[in-house]
């Protein structure tokens, strides 16, 4: 069974105060977007890994992927399986590659193996993999909160729009990003921000991480200001970085920008 795990951006990241467990509470939209890997889970003798594309750093019995069999494998009979996976998505990158990655091999495995697992426990066992991992069960547009991992439904739609996802190689650690923050809450809920036209989000979206990350590599608000150069309705970086996103009304020409970074642009569903 071939499937295509997508990334995520966020959509605003307020990072409201740190818990008791050493994780953060975030308030964030999280908006599926078409950058994918490939995944191909087929049957086989002996379970195993593989991967080609972007090199994944640390060893390949730590994949996200092998994590998701093993653990659906220790409660559920499953033959064993051959995973492959392309790797396109860049890595440590804000757009939650190996978190989908993670949540797809759950879901295609409930698929292939006919085990009626339901949505719900779908989501519990991602939680299990990883904050982002939930988000890519149901794979929409949600307000996240908590961890990152609870949701609720948004009407919110940017379906047409165009976006344009500029990485610029820069490899991101998620634990340093977070603790580079001061938690505080944000002084409109963000759900009452999006619900105003998109051109309006400028200043008013935030991200929490910007600010500390743009410290250190200033080349990424860089980014971003390019991104309303050429004509963006909104830029912000996605997560904790390193991918800037561009929201534009329609498909725009950037001959000439950003031709040294790794970029991705299509059209938003
Ligand atoms: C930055 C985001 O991508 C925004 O969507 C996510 O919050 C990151 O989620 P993720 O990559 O799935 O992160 P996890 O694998 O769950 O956690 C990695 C590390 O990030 C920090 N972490 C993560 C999520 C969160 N809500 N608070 C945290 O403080 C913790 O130090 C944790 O040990
Ligand atoms: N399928 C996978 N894809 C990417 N990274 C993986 C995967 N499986 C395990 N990993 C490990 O996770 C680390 C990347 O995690 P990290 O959270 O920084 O990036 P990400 O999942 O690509 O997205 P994000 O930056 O949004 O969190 C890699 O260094 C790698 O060791």
Known sequence: MLVFPNAKIN???????KRSDGFHNISSVFYPVNWTDALEITWS???SFSADGIVIPGNESENLCLKAFNMLSADYDLRPVHIHLLKAIPIGAGLGGGSADAAFTISTLNKLFDLNISEEKQIDYARRLGSDCAFFILNKPMYCFGKGDQFEITDL?????WIVMVNPGIHI?????????KPAQPETDLRTLISSPVSTWKDAVRNDFEAGIFEKYPVLDEIKQSLYQKGALYAAMSGSGST???????ETDLSGHFDRYNVWQGMLN
């Open 11 to 17: 959509i605003g990241l307020n990072i409201t105060e």
């Open 45 to 47: 003798d002996t379970t």
């Open 244 to 250: 800037l996103y561009g929201i534009f009304e329609s």
């Open 173 to 181: 650690s998620t634990v340093e990003a977070y603790s580079g923050v």
């Open 157 to 161: 739609s940017l379906a047409g729009k």
